[in-house]
Every structure is written in C-alpha cells, then in structure tokens.
C-alpha cells in the first residue's frame, strides 16, 4: 500500500522573506507529474505552559497585546525553544520569564502542528503547584499583566475561543486526565481536572 507521503517529492527550497517568522516557498513534485510551489512557514518549535496554582485553584495567564488580532489576548504563556532546549524547560523557563511562577512538577502533555503550512510543532506542558518566586524579566515586546483566572471557569475560557492555544490546552488536558501519575502532586492536580470536563 502506498503511503501519502510517498506521491510528494520536494524539489528545493527557496527563503522567500525573514523578518519575526521566515516564509520558505518549497517546490514539489506531485504523484501526476506536476510542479507546484507552496509557502512554510518556517520556526523553532514552541512551548506553552498551562500552571495551576497551589491546590489547583487558579490558572496561570498573561495579557498581552497581540498583532494579529489587534488587541489584547489573555493567553497560555509560551514561546519559542532555544537551541537544543527540551520543551519541558522551555516551558518552565517561559512561565518563570513571564510571570514570575514557578512549579517543580510537570507533566508534558504532548504536541501538535501549529498549522498545515507550518514546520512548528507547539508542545504543551501542565505544571501543578504554581508559585511566585520572582518578579518578571520581559523582553521589550513582551510587556502585559499577568492574570489568575480560577480553574472552574478554564473550560467556558478555552471554549470561548479568544485564545491562540485553546485547542492545544484542550487536547493536553484531555491527555492529562486520562494518563497515569505517579507523583502525588500531579495525581492531586489531577482529581481537579478531570472534576472540570462535564459528566
């Protein structure tokens, strides 16, 4: 049996911009002989952390202006991996960068592709136990508030769709409620999510 992959040959690739995100165009070989060019959007992968204060009682979130949109966005906080960084710390770092919390026990909740013409995948990891140990340290760009949302109304929040990674958040935490822990902290963190989906 063929396989999909299979029936597309990459060609070359051409940068066709590099500014914030880097646009390749990719140039393929197609099963019935033609060629065609497609835009990637070519990034590092990226991490998102979705903490939990202590007893579970508040999410973790930041306001922060957003481009796209052209407003503000109360949003999972993340961000790219640097060179060779695991998206466990990458997510640990971020959060500690962002929002000044801090949390010793995670759960990595997986990835997924950030878009079908993206090279990215966005991984996503829980953190239980959340607390401030510092003060913020943003980069000039990065400048928002950081908000404590409580946990009962996280789901009616990523359902609502004003987020960037609502889907991600939704899919890791299914993940999350179904897995098996073996630290208390976590199993604790747990009980709390899976009392959030309905039934």
Same mark, same amino acid.
């Given at each position: 049996?063929n396989?999909?992959?299979?029936?597309?040959?990459?060609?070359?690739?051409?940068?066709?911009?590099?500014?914030?995100?880097?646009?390749n165009?990719?140039?393929y070989?197609?099963a019935?002989?033609?060629?065609?060019?497609?835009?990637?959007?070519?990034?590092?992968d990226?991490a998102a952390?979705?903490a939990?204060?202590?007893?579970?009682?508040?999410?973790v979130?930041?306001?922060?202006?957003?481009?796209?949109?052209?407003k503000?966005?109360? &949003?999972?906080?993340?961000?790219? *991996?640097?060179?060779?960084? $695991?998206?466990?710390h990458? +997510?640990? !770092?971020? %959060?500690?960068?962002e929002?000044?919390?801090?949390?010793s026990?995670?759960?990595?909740?997986?990835s997924?592709?950030?878009?079908a013409n993206s090279?990215?995948?966005?991984?996503?990891?829980i953190?239980?136990e959340?607390r401030l140990?510092?003060?913020?340290?943003?980069?000039?760009s990065?400048?928002?508030?950081?908000?404590l949302l409580?946990?009962d &109304?996280l789901?009616d929040?990523? *359902?609502?769709?004003e987020? $960037?990674d609502?889907?991600l +958040?939704? !899919?890791g %935490?299914?993940?999350f409620?179904a897995?098996?822990q073996?630290?208390p902290?976590l199993?604790k963190l747990?009980?709390t999510?899976?009392?959030?989906?309905?039934?």
């Open positions: 049996m396989n999909s992959d299979e029936l597309w040959r990459k060609l070359w690739t051409t940068r066709a911009y590099k500014g914030f995100v880097t646009i165009q990719d140039t070989l197609e019935d002989g033609s060629v065609s060019t497609w835009d990637v959007i070519a990034s590092p990226s952390v979705l939990f204060t202590e007893g579970g009682t508040d999410v979130l930041f306001e922060q202006f957003r481009v796209g949109p052209g503000a966005l109360l &949003e999972l906080r993340g961000g790219y *991996l640097n060179e060779n960084e $695991t998206p466990v990458g +997510a640990q !770092r971020e %959060l500690a960068e929002t000044g919390y801090e949390s026990a995670v759960y990595y909740a997986g997924e592709w950030w878009s090279s990215r995948r966005k991984h996503l990891i953190a239980a959340a140990g510092s003060d913020p340290s943003w980069d000039p990065e400048a928002g508030f950081v908000r409580p946990s &109304e789901m929040f990523l *359902l609502s769709g987020l $960037t609502a889907g +958040a939704c !899919r %935490l299914m993940k409620a897995s098996a073996e630290s902290t199993e747990q009980a999510v899976r009392g959030l989906f309905p039934g």
